[in-house]
């Protein structure tokens, strides 16, 4: 069994950076894929970036150029590094890993989720 934490949400102010954190226990973390995904009220989840074990990263537009994902394979962590927010970037962030080295954009990638952190952007 995988467990990811999240951690780093918050509130900001727009024009604002955070960084969220994500830890996983309970496997070899360096052979998974793993990605950010986002949930604002009354939305469906949608994805935001991934990296592959081999450190390829891929991002939805909307976030392309503001947000880096990255990864800590000694200490078991995904990071995202938000910069430049904006009140559309509210929601709640959930980490999530895929179950090989490879991942796309569709939740069905991803076999284990974190229990998400809210991150709200004031304008």
């Known amino acids: 069994q995988v467990q990811l934490v999240e951690s780093g949400g918050g509130l900001v102010q727009a024009g604002a950076s955070l960084r969220l954190s994500c830890a996983a226990s309970?496997?070899?973390?360096?052979?998974?894929?793993m990605g950010w995904f986002r949930q604002a009220p009354g939305k469906e989840r949608e994805f935001v970036a991934r990296?592959?074990?081999?450190?390829?990263?891929f991002y939805t537009d909307s976030v392309k150029g503001r947000f880096t994902i990255s990864r800590d394979n000694a200490k078991n962590t995904v990071y995202l590094q938000m910069n430049s927010l904006k009140p559309e970037d509210t929601a709640v962030y959930y980490c999530?890993?895929?179950?090989?080295?490879?991942?796309?954009?569709?939740?069905?990638?991803?076999?284990?989720w974190g229990q998400g952190t809210q991150v709200t952007v004031s304008s």
């Open positions: 309970g496997r070899t973390f360096s052979n998974y894929a």
């Open positions: 990296i592959s074990s081999s450190g390829n990263t």
């Open positions: 999530a890993a895929a179950a090989g080295p490879v991942s796309g954009t569709l939740s069905s990638s991803y076999r284990y």
